[in-house]
């Protein structure tokens, strides 16, 4: 399947757009493998992502915690962009991709 990048037009303030790398919220220019029980900064970018970039309406605070609302906003997020086969709630290259609108 095709990654379909984020709707730029959902943008926020608290986001724009890098030259170098998509859309980026101000957390982590990174891309490593996001997961369930990860905290910090990669987290912080993969929640703002999904919450300023992709129209999810869900529950989802942009604390650096990855736990259940991040979990099922991730899981959204690729049933969404990537498809549902893709929808394994781990933040690897194809959903970073999608995420940054590359």
Known sequence: MTTQAAPV???TAGCGWDDGIGWYCG???GSADTHYGDRGDKVAEVQA????TSGYGG??????VFGKDTLVAVKW????YLGPKE???TVGP???EALRGM
């Open 87 to 89: 929808a394994d709630g």
């Open 27 to 29: 957390f982590s220019k």
């Open 77 to 80: 997020f690729q049933k969404t």
């Open 94 to 96: 194809k959903t970073w």
């Open 59 to 64: 529950e989802l605070a942009v604390d650096g």
């Open 49 to 52: 992502l999904v919450k300023n």
């Open 9 to 11: 037009a959902l943008a």
